[in-house]
């Protein structure tokens, strides 16, 4: 019998005879699906995170009725993302050196107690705008030292020549769940409030439980971490300091999050002050799900069309487009034309993303996955609410606009794109596979 260079025939035999003997391609998000235990995990944290983006998108519009600040609502977009900045490199030690099983139901579960919580306490009819912040602030804890075991598992569920597939298919989860929370919870708050949509947003921690505990993964690695106190917790630190390439990929991320991406958190901010959108109402909640069905498509698109390109070779030219859509989007003054290069601006800016981290996730072996993914998380989730948090005081404190916060963003991807050309991350390990 004949076999590829990881053994897979039999796979491939049987993906054949179950669907029907149709050919398909390595590497996409379809090869990707075809494994159970994908499936499972991906489609119970796919019903969460939808939960999770209702939330999302109504805590800012909530923050800004709360108080009528863009401080706060910056503030409040901190107290959601800002601990994945201190905490993630605790949550990818404890990735690697602890049963992720157990650290990954246990997450979920006090994230479902927690919004609770913040739904009972979004019924007064002032909640002090304080309390809110640190019941957000709580769930972003959890989050963080959960979220690098999310991220650790999702690549051992598939085979390797599959990976491209399955760090697709989590960016598209990510965005498509942009499109159908916002919706949804833009919805329910424009007719029944901030409460029920919080409350919702518990309940769907239920599907990402179930997905966890009936898939079968490696639940502990085999990672020997030898040193003690502080130099334990940053040994992600140290793998990404010994490795160039790892070292460019991070400083980009970390870079782009912090100058490029304060628009995502402001988005209430724009859409009020240059479209003329209530938060509150529809427009904005189909102006978010317009930008999250832009970035699903994005990363579906290097999961499926540009499955067999180089992701290396994409990066430069995504930070271009980058810069070119955010400069359009903000330059606009009527919400028409704003859902349309809202999208595209999704599209452009998860090209990026998705095609970073798959060169990424190609180049890390498994028992260092956790720590460094940690720091991902961190570059990816956990910098960017510290940008939007300077670019709420900048815009309220000074003489700078809303509009001028996204143009420096635009300047800096262009500042990005001349960095990460493909000669010179082949030079530093990357690999086109």
Known sequence: MLRDRDGADVERVEDALVDGDVAYQRGTAQAALRHRDFRIVYLGTFASNIGTWMQNVILGAYALKLTGSAGFVGLVYFCQLGPLLFLSTTGGLLADTVDRRKLLVWSQVVQLALSLGLAALALAER?????????????????????????????????????TGAVALGSVQMNLSRVIGPAIGAALYARLDAAPVFAVNALTYV???????????????????????????????????????????LVTLFSFSFFSLAFVGLMPVIAQDLFGM????????????CFGLGAALGATTVGTVLANRSKVRLIRP????????????????????????????????????????????????????????????????????????????????????????????????????????????????????
């Open 127 to 163: 909640p002090p705008p304080a309390a809110v912040a640190a019941v957000v602030f709580a769930i972003g804890v959890v989050n963080a030292l959960g979220a690098p075991a999310l991220s650790a598992i999702l690549p051992t569920l598939v085979p390797r020549e599959d990976l």
């Open 278 to 289: 209530d938060p509150k109402g529809d427009p904005y909640g189909v102006l978010y799900a």
């Open 207 to 249: 599907f990402a439980v179930v997905g966890l505990t009936r898939a079968s993964y490696p639940r502990r690695t085999d990672a020997v971490v030898d040193a003690r106190g502080l130099r334990r917790l940053l040994s992600g630190v140290g793998i990404v300091r010994r490795d160039p390439l790892l070292s460019q990929l």
């Open 318 to 433: 995504g930070f271009v487009a980058f810069a070119a859509v955010l400069g359009w989007f903000v330059a606009l003054d009527r919400p028409g034309p704003a859902y349309a290069v809202g999208a595209v601006l999704g599209y452009a800016y998860f090209i990026v993303i998705t095609s970073m981290s798959t060169v990424l996730q190609q180049h890390l072996r498994d028992d260092e996955r956790g720590r460094v993914m940690a720091l991902w998380i961190m570059g990816f989730g956990g910098t960017v609410p510290v940008g939007v948090l300077v670019g709420g005081w900048v815009e309220e404190h000074t003489a700078a606009t809303i509009r001028h916060v996204a143009l420096a963003g635009c300047a800096w991807a262009l500042v990005l794109a001349a960095w990460s050309g493909a000669a010179r991350l082949r030079r530093k390990g990357a690999t086109d596979g």
